[in-house]
């Protein structure tokens, strides 16, 4: 995994992670954040690619950086993550990034294109992660997570009304997973790399259960979280969490 330095820009200070073992140009740069879910899915789909050849510039979310100037520059509403090739080639939104590089890149996370109906049940569970699982996700995380930190109560009421379509959502996944392997079929794909910071998200907010207290989903989430990719991205963040509390 690349290593943490510091570098200076427009915005201030900024952290980046650049792999040491790299004498060149890295392929890319990763514009994200620390704690960003929306980042987080790029890192784990690059490490289950087994993909090293980029930086990773983590912009200060609490400072304002990715409303900066040269920021807006890169990605139009300010947000991460954005990828930046050397040549100008930006693009930004997680799920578009991802897709974009296991192509680019052939990560084997997507269906082969000769196969027309494993590419659409990919793009359908696809579609049901965004639209039936990440908005109400998202609510939990920032009410119960992200509002921690910025010193606000929680809305306890936009929480029990996202945990019941969390809850609905999963009872739902709970039956399809007990003829499937991943959310897409037989096959680990980018649909199930999309739940995961998500998920985790959940878990820091003590709702594991609702993964956990199902057996299929509960399965299913145990061969995502133990795959090797996947383990060395939650190892160099408990990495990363130790030493900022030294």
């Known amino acids: 995994m690349p290593r943490l330095v510091n570098i200076a820009n427009n915005a201030g200070l900024v952290s980046k992670?650049?792999?040491?073992?790299?004498?060149?140009?890295?392929?890319?740069?990763?514009?994200?954040?620390?704690?960003?879910?929306?980042?987080?899915?790029?890192?784990l789909t690059l490490a289950e690619g087994s993909f090293t050849d980029y930086e990773i510039v983590l912009l200060d979310l609490q400072k304002g950086e990715q409303k900066s100037d040269q920021h807006m520059k890169r990605h139009p509403w300010g947000k991460v993550p954005v990828i930046v090739f050397p040549e100008g080639f930006t693009l930004y939104e997680s799920r578009a990034i991802c897709k974009y590089l296991a192509r680019k890149y052939s990560f084997p996370l997507l269906p082969p294109d000769s196969d027309v109906e494993a590419v659409a049940l990919f793009d359908q569970a696809q579609s049901a992660e965004i639209l039936y699982f990440a908005d109400s996700a998202g609510k939990i995380a920032f009410e119960k997570f992200a509002k921690r930190f910025m010193g606000l109560p929680p809305n306890e009421a936009v929480v029990?009304?996202?945990?019941?379509?969390?809850?609905?959502?999963?009872?739902?996944?709970?039956?399809?997973?007990?003829?499937?392997?991943?959310?897409?079929?037989?096959?680990?794909?980018?649909?199930?790399?999309?739940?995961?910071?998500?998920?985790?998200?959940?878990?820091?907010?003590?709702?594991?259960?609702?993964?956990?207290?199902?057996?299929?989903?509960?399965a299913w989430w145990d061969r995502c979280i133990n795959r090797p990719g996947i383990q060395i991205v939650l190892a160099a963040d408990r990495e990363a969490l130790a030493a900022a509390r030294r």
């Open 17 to 43: 992670l650049v792999n040491p073992r790299l004498s060149k140009m890295p392929a890319f740069t990763l514009f994200g954040a620390r704690g960003s879910t929306n980042t987080d899915r790029v890192r």
């Open 160 to 218: 029990a009304d996202a945990l019941r379509s969390i809850n609905a959502f999963f009872d739902v996944a709970e039956g399809l997973l007990q003829h499937n392997d991943y959310m897409a079929g037989k096959d680990f794909t980018l649909a199930d790399i999309y739940y995961i910071p998500l998920i985790q998200r959940l878990f820091a907010c003590g709702y594991g259960d609702v993964i956990l207290g199902r057996k299929a989903v509960g």
